[in-house]
């Protein structure tokens, strides 16, 4: 879990200095950062929930609720699969999946 979390912190942490030092960042990089993210986000809470066991759905826990809202950043943030599109769209030098 903690891997997951450190290297969120990295990609989001390399895109915010390249942001800083005048870099334009591609598309495509915003793109399979907010989708590794999210996907990273949903796998932790996951282990999370899972390692607790049956108190891992008490609401008193909090665990429960940080997966709930952490479905939602991976549905709502773009989308997972739409980041993913727009990413494989610049890495193949403009094929489009969808129109």
Known sequence: ????????????SNIS???QNGVKVKMGVASRCKAS??????????????S?????IL???NVIRHFL???????YEGSYDVNSLISGKELTGG?????
């Open 1 to 12: 879990m903690l891997a997951n979390l450190e290297l969120g912190i990295s990609l989001v």
């Open 17 to 19: 200095l390249d942001i």
């Open 37 to 50: 993210c999210t996907a990273l986000a949903r796998e932790t809470v996951s282990l999370a929930r899972e």
């Open 52 to 56: 607790m066991g049956g108190n891992g």
């Open 59 to 61: 609401l008193e826990n």
């Open 69 to 75: 809202d952490t479905e939602s950043y991976y549905t």
């Open 95 to 99: 094929l489009t999946a969808f129109v």
